[in-house]
């Protein structure tokens, strides 16, 4: 069962993570209030990534994927996906856009899953 609360990445150990927990089950939006009140109410909104083990700031569950690729050795896996992002989903203008799609995958372990759409394509490398 997922853990809707906002976590940060300094609560857990990243050698304790696996990909299994920060696979991404959904995008998170949440208003912050910062300050104020009436007009003078100021708020933020927060962009997050919903896992198993809870609700990350996007740019923190970024690096807490990159972690695990990196102690996986699978940086080149993560480039290769990210090279045919560039090639099959040209809607991904900015590079932003295109490392988040490919972290997504990667946590999903996409590329180990037969009945992806681009499974021959990307392991017959």
């Known amino acids: ?14 050698a ?8 991404c089950h959904y995008g998170t ?11 003078s109410k100021q708020i933020q909104y927060r962009f997050g990534i ?7 700031e996007v740019h923190e569950w970024m690096k807490l994927v990159r972690v695990l690729i990196e102690r ?10 990210v090279e045919l992002l ?8 900015r590079d932003f856009e295109r490392q988040l799609e490919a972290l997504e995958l990667h946590a999903r372990r ?7 759409v681009a499974y021959e394509k990307f392991n017959r490398r």
Not at 29 to 39: K, M, N, Q, S
């Open 1 to 14: 069962m997922s853990n809707h609360a906002m976590v940060t990445a300094s609560q857990f150990d990243p």
């Open 72 to 81: 996986a050795g699978e940086e080149p896996l993560q480039q290769r996906l």
């Open 29 to 39: 939006g949440r208003v912050i209030h910062i300050d104020g009140r009436g007009a």
């Open 110 to 116: 996409i590329f180990e899953n037969p009945e992806w």
């Open 16 to 23: 304790q993570l696996t990909f299994r927990d920060l696979i």
């Open 86 to 93: 560039e090639q099959e989903m040209p809607w991904l203008h």
């Open 50 to 56: 919903q896992t198993e083990i809870g609700d990350f």
